[in-house]
Each structure stands twice: as C-alpha cells, then as structure tokens.
C-alpha cells in the first residue's frame, strides 16, 4: 500500500511546480518487537499486565478497606495536615487508576498489533456538484417561500423576532434593584437607618455615633491606642440589639453590605506628623479614621507600615498617606482614602461627627 | 474463484462446521443494528487512524481532566448548599464551632470534614481544574507553534480557543462558590472591575449581586453557571471539537510515507481505544495522588468571608494570575469629568487588554492566511523554526503572559527575595513593553539559525567528530550525508512565497483600489518570511553531493574506520559501519 503513495509535489502553489529536492522515500518497513518473535518476553509482557489489573483490584479493596477504617471526623492535621482518611482513599484510588492505565497502556504496546496503517484524507469541501446542487436547492427554497418576493411578510418578521429577543432582556430586570444613592451613604449616617435602630438610638440619649472595635464591638478612650496604633472599627450599631427582642439590630446579609462599606481602621500618630489641614481638623489627638475599603477595587486595606503611616492594600498594592488625607502613594489606585471626621462623644468615647463625605470603595460611573 | 475450505470440516455434511451459535452478544447488537445503522458507524469509524506523537497527548489530558471535573464535581453536588443563608456551624470542626456562616461555606466544610472522601473529591476537583486549563494552554500553544491551526482546521482553533475562556470563567465561578475568605474577596474584585464599566457599571453589579454587594444571591447564581451553563455550553464545544478533528483527521508529521494526502498511524481499534482509555485512568489516578497528597484550597484555614478583612498574600487561582498581574501594574488612571467617573485604572487592565490579547491570539490564523493568501489544506505539522515569525509571536506572548503572572505575585515576590515591591511594580510596568519584543528578535534569529543548521546538514552532512589531518597540516573535520529518511523529513515542507504588489497603478495609470491595503499586505509578507531559509533546490543538492564526493577522493587512503582512535578505546567497528550515526 505505501508504494503506489503519490509521490506529491507540495509546492505546486500558484502553479510553480517545484520537484521536491528528495523524494519520499515511503514508509520505512514494520520492525518486530520483542514480544512479537520471543515468545517468552510475550509471556512475561502479558503477566505484566495482568500484575497491574491484579494491582487495582488490591487498590480497590484497598480504598474500601480506607473507607470503613477511617474517620474525618475533626482532626485534618494526620499525615502532614492532610488527614488520614483523606490519603489513604486518595492514594489507594491512585493506584487503582494508575495501575488500571498502566497495564492497559502496556497491553497496547507490547502486544496489541503495531502495524502502522495508512489512511487517504480527502478535502474536507464538498464537491462542486454537490455545492451546485446545494445552492439550487436553497435558491428552490427561497423562491417558493416567496421571501424575496413579500418584503411586507419579511419584514414583520424579523420585526417580531427582534422583539421577542427582546423579552428575555427585559425580564432580566429583576435581577437586582436600581442603584439610587445607595453607593453614596454608609450606616455612619443616622438618616439611614430603619425604625428598629432609631428607637434603640433613642435609648441611648447621646448624639453621635461611637467607632468600636471590630470584632468585640468595645468603644474607644483616646488613651486607650497607643502612638503607631492601627485598629479595626466599626460603626457601634452595628454590635447593638434590640432591647425588646435581644435580636441583633443588623444581620446577616445587611450586615455584610453595610461592613462592606462601614469598615474603618482607626491609627494614632504624634498630631506633629499630620501634614494635612483637614486630617489634623477631623482628627482626636492624632488619631485619624478612614474608611477600610480600598478605593480600587474594594479590598479592606490593612497592612500598616508603623513608622511612616504609611496602609497598603494587600490585594493590589495600592499605598495611602494617613498622615496626608489618605493620599495615593503608590499603586493603582486613583482615589484618595475617604477620611471620617473624628471627635469623642459626652462620655470620651471615639465617635463619628458625621458619614463619610462621599462615596467609599471601589469607583463607579456616577460617582462624579 | 476457489474458495477457502479449510474452516469446512471434511465431513459430508452440507453446513460448515464452524456455524457461529447464536450468541447474546451478536443478537444485542443486531437489534442495535436494526435501528441504528451501527454497522456502518463502526466500519467507518471503528478503524480510524490516528498519528502518534507525544504532542498530541495534550488536548487529551485537556479531556480526561475535563471528565475528571464531571465526575468529581456532580460527587459535590450532592452535598453542597449554595445558599448564602447564614446559620452557626455545628460540624466537626472544632475551630469553626459557632462561628455564623454562609450555608454554601458550612457545606463546604461538611464536605471536607463529615463526608468520607469528601476532601479528596474537593482536592481532587480544584486541582483537575487546575490541570484542566494548564492542558488547555499548552495543547493550544502546541497547535499553534506547529500551525496546526491552518486550513482545513481555523474553526477548530476558534472554538478551541473559546472552550479556553469558558473554562477560566467556569474555574472563577468555580472557587467563588465556598464563600470563604479567600473567594469573596475575588467577588468583591469582580464588583469592583463591573462597577468600572463605563455608564451602566453600577446597574449591572447591582443586577448581578442582587442589590448592593454581597447581596444575598451571587453564590445561588454563580453555583447555576457554574454547573449547568458553562458545563453545558463546555461540553456541546468540546463535542464539536472532537467532531471537526475526527471529520478533518489529525494532522500529523512529515516522514516517509506521511504526506498531505494521507494519514498514518495506529487504529483507533484496538491500539488507541486502549491507549487513550488507559491514558484515561492515568489522568484520573495522578489527579487522585494530587487530591491526596497536595492540600488545595484548605478554607477552613480562611475563614467565612467578611468584607471588612482580607490576608496578606491573598492570590487567585494560577489562571486568573495575569489578570492581578494587568491590575496590580496598571497606573492610576481617572478621569473626573462632566459629573462621572471613568476609572481607566480598572477598566483598561480588566475588560479591555484581556480580550485584546484573546483576540491576537484567535485572530492570528485569519492574519497569517490573509498575508500568504494560502488557500490550501494543510496536514502536515510545521516544525517550529520553520514558521520564526509565528514561533517568535507566540515566545513574545508567553513572555508577556510570564511577566503579567510574575507581577500579579509581586508582593510574594517583594516577601520571598527581599525586594522592593515598588520597584518590581516599576520595573514590570517598563517590562511589558521592552521584553517581549527583545524575545521576539531573538526567537526569530534563533529560528533561522536553526533552519540553517537544518540546510547544512542536508547539503553537507552531519559531523561525524573525526578530525582529518591534511598533507599540508591543516585540519577539518569529516562530514558525512545523513540518512535519506532524515533528508526528506527535513525537506519536507512547503517554500514561503513573499507576497509582493505588481503594481501600484493600473494599466490605466490610475491608482489600482486597495493598494494601501495590499501594501500593508506585502510588508507583512516580507517582514514575516524574507528572512525566512528555505529549503535546498534538487540543484543544490546535487552540487552539494558532488563536492562530497569530491572531498572523499581527496580523502581516500586517509579514509579507514580507525583513524586517530588506534590508541585509545573509541575502535571503530568495521569498515562498513559508516555512517556512524543514522541522523
């Protein structure tokens, strides 16, 4: 079969025939393996595949015997951290798979037949007869519909299609509610807030809102942050109840979306180091609070640099200037930090004067 | 006609003795028959052939991995709540007790904690996926260096390269679904690079989380993309893949007896049923030993997410790496104009460049077809220093890749090795653009030098390590012709033909239409193959042997197989063994 190949000239392109400098010298003749012509090296070939199935097998009973004999349970630290159970069924399965592949693989190569076939390929085009006879008959198609013929049938239409493609957008509508102004204000203003925390606020008879530790929700003295502290803070309704219910005044998913914009670090520097006017103005004693959400695309930013008040974002990088109204240093964010105007309240405690004065996180089209 | 009696027993009787009973087997499968039309199906198909080279194992793990995913992924399904409803854990794992947390987190950790095998299957799921791109990449890389892209196979290499970015998209949706830390803090990235579209960015995070972020709905959402559309749309692709490249065969090396016209190989029965299968299992069982033995994803390490913190050294999933790497390098760029906010910072680095890159890369056949104006088919692969420019293209856009991975890990860099993490910002800013194109040059050269190397062994032989010496002393070394299989192997391949315009005018003297375009068409052609090495003439060839035959006369007498080895123990063997190697 390999004789009669064509012996093919490639570069007939443009029709220059150029004789091929070498020609094909055709398929070089079937080499037998050793598992071909030694009937013992076919012999141990076929043990070796059967080894491998027999392997699996033990693989297998191997994984079940996993199974029972080992508990997840609490304890993922077994075994270099990766829990008993866990390498043991992984591995057993492991042989399993690999010795089923292997022996397969060998069979196929010691002594399934490894005669090279030849098969011709042929263009992947239709033949011109068939393209003719397919243009006809769509042209058939066309005239008898009367498409060309009745543009008033066509055009209604595509008229009717183009606005039933239109109903499946518009029934995606909703999917979520309009913006508003929601982007524009956090739960630092008390405008904001539901019914529930204006009559837990009414208890409270004080003014402004306290900035609490995340986490424990603990207002905060002054004196209680040292030069070179960095704190996480929260807005304190967020750790309130109800007094009625003992439910929490925010949870669960409201309670997210308001962290997502509320979060704040709170640092204490020497008021000397404070290079901005309005940062020293809405500053207590050379604590400086700003929002924790990074400007790009919405990280909490963390990562404090003690001596140069210096906060990195340790998604993307982008450094800010606490000591200089939460200017971009470095990195790609465009926007500087927004910064909460600080005071204490009639009990000393941290408080906010007022929200943000303008929108927190990442930057959007209204934004302005 | 004679007919062959030997399966007849010698009996008198009138039926052969070796009737085949009716047997279970053949019944099945004439019923099958009867409605299927399998017969013809199995005659053609059951005796394809497929070319063999390890190359073409790629795409494989690329569908073994794949299937892995499938299987694995429906054993999750079975217990995962993609429910962002918030409760106290319970479970097993004692550090997390009463922590509130997401259904979809506490799920999760039932998995990995309560379900036996529950953590190998998670393991086993997220790093399939992980092989399962990688497979794609460099299968696709494969394809192109080898222009395995070309005519018949351009939309092949279209839905290739789509199945590509669905399987990114699928991975994202994929490691968002935990709700750990880690994961929302890529949603919260996600936010941030939607909200940046230009005039309805702000509606479409709204629409897509449901109301402001997190919202309560993006897990429920991303967990039906994640296992029923993009699957979906995955496995009708990967079906028409697979199709077109059984319609079109394999494309396959040139060789002796491997031409345009044919296609040689094994069959797919029995040879690559039992190979791939078994390729199958290996795929399986090394994604098992990964799942076992490297730790993946361990949330429970992380935490359920909260917007309000993040770690140090947060990084996505390897795929998603040059994306953080456009991000991070991008400079800082806003616009405040007319009342609006255009955040070129955001947009430029994540909805415009990666789909410029995807677009050279998808584009880059139609380009390259377009400049040669070549419209035939190719089967045979083309080595990669015979297409320099498209070998140099694809090094540049590794490199350009490489780099955006290297600076999306910048902070790890700056920890690990002391850096300043400025400078590598910096310096990867200047990178990108300085890099890729010195790699490029050098790509090409190194291409064309090794198509020289390829001419000079065809014309002059290959070095056999023999130093003669000459009756004038001087010294050469002798060369001897390879093998004629080598030699038509590499001439095997089609001359580059630079496009050139006849005319900028017509034969009116007015300026022919297009010229600008077939200029730009003609450049190209040049740029990309005039420095090109084409293969040797017959002429050459000839000449060549000639003055070989000459040099041997003139080295007859010195010519025995010993010479300068009777000292030492490189003997030559016999006098007959040459040529000493078949290269």
């Not at chain 1, 058939?140 to 109903?167: Q, W």
């Not at chain 2, 008198?12 to 004439?30: F, L, M, Q, S």
């Not at chain 2, 002798?478 to 005018?505: F, G, K």
Request: contains cysteine; proline residues 6%; hydrophobic residues 45%.
């Amino acid at each position: 079969m390999t004789d009669n190949l064509p012996e093919t000239t490639h570069d007939d392109h443009a029709g220059v025939a150029m004789q091929e400098p070498i020609p094909d010298p055709g398929l070089p003749a079937h080499e037998w393996r050793p598992t071909d012509v030694d009937p013992k090296a076919e012999k141990r070939a076929e043990r070796q595949v059967a080894g491998l199935f027999v392997l699996a097998i033990v693989g297998a009973i191997g994984f079940i015997v996993s199974y029972i004999a080992f508990h997840v349970g609490d304890n993922p630290d077994t075994i270099g951290n990766l829990g008993a159970s866990n390498v043991a069924l992984g591995v057993c399965l492991a042989v399993t798979l690999l010795a089923m592949g292997a022996g397969m693989i060998q069979w196929a190569r010691k002594l399934m037949a490894d005669h090279e076939i030849v098969e011709m390929r042929h263009p992947a085009s239709s033949s011109q007869e068939d393209r003719e006879a397919a243009v006809s008959i769509l042209q058939t198609g066309l005239e008898e519909s009367g498409l060309g013929r009745r543009p008033l049938v066509r055009n209604t239409l595509l008229a009717a299609g183009g606005i039933l493609g239109l109903l499946p957008v518009i029934m995606l509508r909703d999917l979520g509610p309009l913006p508003g102004d929601k982007l524009d204000h956090t739960i630092w203003d008390l405008d904001t807030w539901n019914a529930e925390m204006k009559a837990w606020w009414a208890t409270q008879n004080r003014t402004l809102q306290r900035v609490v530790r995340d986490v424990v929700g603990t207002p905060i003295k002054v004196t209680d942050l040292e030069i070179g502290d960095l704190v996480n803070a929260e807005p304190e309704v967020l750790f309130q109840t109800n007094p009625d219910t003992q439910a929490p005044l925010v949870e669960g998913t409201d309670l997210l979306v308001d962290k997502s914009k509320a979060a704040v670090i709170l640092h204490r520097m020497l008021p000397s180091d404070i290079v901005s006017s309005q940062t020293l103005n809405w500053s207590v004693d050379g604590i400086v609070c700003y929002s924790k959400i990074c400007t790009h695309v919405g990280c909490p930013i963390s990562l404090n640099e003690r001596t140069t008040h210096h906060l990195l974002c340790p998604c993307h990088q982008s450094t800010f200037d606490l000591a200089d109204s939460g200017r971009v240093l470095f990195g790609p964010a465009a926007r500087a930090l927004p910064q909460l105007e600080l005071t204490v309240d009639e009990e000393g405690y941290l408080a906010a004067r007022r929200d943000f004065t303008q929108p927190v996180g990442p930057s959007f089209w209204e934004r302005g | 006609m004679s007919l062959d009696t030997s399966k007849i027993a010698d009996t008198n009787k009138d039926r052969p003795a070796t009737a085949k009973k009716p047997n279970r087997a053949g019944a099945v499968a004439g019923w099958a028959d009867d409605r299927l039309k399998l017969g013809t199906l199995t005659k053609v198909f059951a005796r394809k052939v497929f070319p063999d080279h390890w190359s073409f194992m790629l795409g494989e793990i690329a569908l073994w991995s794949f299937v892995v995913l499938l299987l694995t992924g429906t054993f999750l399904t079975l217990w995962f709540t993609p429910s962002m409803s918030e409760s106290a854990y319970e479970g097993s794992y004692t550090q997390l007790r009463g922590v509130p947390m997401s259904d979809a987190y506490a799920s999760t950790l039932h998995i990995s904690f309560d379900v036996r095998g529950g953590l190998l299957m998670r393991q086993m799921h997220h790093w399939s996926a992980m092989l399962f791109i990688a497979a794609m990449f460099v299968h696709m890389m494969r394809t192109f260096v080898t222009g395995a892209f070309r005519k018949p196979r351009e939309l092949n290499w279209v839905i290739g390269s789509v199945l590509l970015l669905l399987g990114i998209l699928e991975g994202f949706a994929g490691y968002s679904l935990p709700d750990d830390l880690l994961s929302g803090t890529g949603l919260r990235i996600a936010d941030g690079l939607v909200k940046a579209t230009p005039v309805v960015g702000t509606y479409m995070s709204f629409f897509l989380f449901g109301g402001e972020f997190p919202g309560d709905v993006i897990i429920p959402r991303l967990y039906i993309i994640h296992v029923l559309l993009i699957p979906g749309l995955l496995l009708a692709l990967i079906g028409a893949h697979m199709l077109l490249l059984v319609f079109h065969k394999h494309t396959q090396w040139a060789g002796p007896g491997r031409t345009e016209q044919n296609v040689v190989g094994y069959p797919m029965l029995p040879v690559y049923a039992a190979k791939a299968g078994g390729f199958f299992f290996m795929v399986f069982g090394v994604t098992a030993l990964m799942g076992a033995l490297l730790s993946i994803n361990p949330i429970w390490k992380y935490g359920p997410y909260d917007p309000s913190k993040v770690t140090a050294g947060s990084q996505p999933d390897w795929y998603m790496g040059i994306a953080e790497g456009l991000l991070r390098i991008m400079p800082n760029w806003e616009t405040h104009i007319w009342g609006i906010t255009i955040s070129w910072n955001v947009m430029i680095p994540g909805q415009i460049i990666p789909f410029v890159l995807f677009g050279m890369i998808i584009g880059w056949p139609f380009l390259e077809q377009w400049v040669t104006g070549d419209k035939r088919e190719h089967h045979l692969l083309q080595r990669p220093r015979n297409a320099p420019t498209r070998t140099a293209f694809l090094a540049a856009m590794v490199t350009v890749y490489g780099l955006l991975w290297a600076a999306g890990g910048n902070d790890i860099l700056a920890t690990h090795f002391h850096w300043s993490l400025n400078s590598i910002t910096y310096f990867m800013r200047v990178a990108i653009f300085v890099i890729p194109p010195i790699v490029f040059y050098v790509t090409r050269r190194w291409c064309i030098g090794l198509q020289r190397q390829d001419n000079d062994r065809l014309l002059h032989g290959y070095e056999t390590g023999i130093i003669m010496r000459s009756a004038e002393g001087g010294y050469t070394e002798r060369h001897l012709p390879i093998s004629e299989a080598s030699a038509y192997t590499l001439t095997a391949r089609n001359r580059d033909e630079i496009h050139q315009i006849e005319s900028d005018v017509d034969e009116n003297g007015v300026a022919a239409p297009d010229t600008r375009v077939a200029r730009i068409r003609a450049k190209l052609s040049r740029g990309m193959f005039a420095d090109n090495v084409q293969k040797p003439t017959a002429e050459e060839l000839e000449e060549a042997r000639h003055h070989a035959e000459h040099e041997h006369e003139l080295e007859t007498g010195l010519d025995h197989p010993a010479a300068g080895h009777e000292f030492d123990d490189h003997q030559l063997r016999d006098a007959g063994d040459v040529p000493l190697r078949q290269h």
